[in-house]
């Protein structure tokens, strides 16, 4: 399936992780973060893009985008991964992006529901509901690490509007 654009949530290891592996399998993949994400594995993950300009992890390059151009050019050239750190709206009204993957990890706030912002939605992370918060949870503690939830069936997500 690579040709659909994936726009992963999350500058951390595990958005970092999920970015580099999909962009590898040929995806296009655009990451958004705050402008001070709350990482703490410098070196480690995609964020010291949004640092220092650039990060490459093992053979992978991301570079910070400042404007939508920017997230645009890079993605047209294919030779790294845009992380773009400016507000989330604009993004997600111009990005035609397919899949959503939200890989902040937050563990010290309530759940976004982000289901019907991309054809299909992902969450990893603490306290997600599948078929609330996302179509599909992966789950990320110990007790069932990589569990797959998906939405029951049955109901339609469809996409809304981004204005």
Do not use: C
């Not at 592996?21 to 703490?40: E, K």
């Not at 300009?53 to 093992?58: N, P, Q, S």
């Not at 509901?129 to 339609?156: K, Q």
């Amino acid at each position: 399936m690579p040709g659909l654009l994936v726009l992963v949530r999350g500058v951390g290891d595990i958005g970092s992780a999920v970015a580099h592996r999909l962009f590898q399998d040929g995806y296009g993949v655009v990451i958004h973060d705050d402008p001070q994400p709350a990482t703490t594995r410098r070196g480690m993950a995609f964020a010291d893009a949004v640092f220092d300009g650039h990060a490459v992890l093992d053979g992978v390059q991301a570079v910070r985008a400042d404007n939508l151009e920017d997230v645009a050019q890079v993605l047209a050239r294919r030779h790294a991964i845009p992380v773009y750190v400016r507000p989330w709206g604009p993004l997600l009204a111009t990005l035609e992006h397919q899949v959503l993957v939200d890989a902040r990890m937050r563990k010290h706030s309530a759940p976004e529901v982000q289901r019907g912002l991309a054809d299909l939605t992902i969450g990893l992370g603490p306290g997600l509901v599948a078929g609330r918060h996302a179509d599909v949870v992966i789950e990320t503690s110990w007790d069932g690490l990589g569990r797959v939830m998906v939405a029951p069936t049955g109901r339609e997500s469809s996409r809304r509007s981004h204005s």
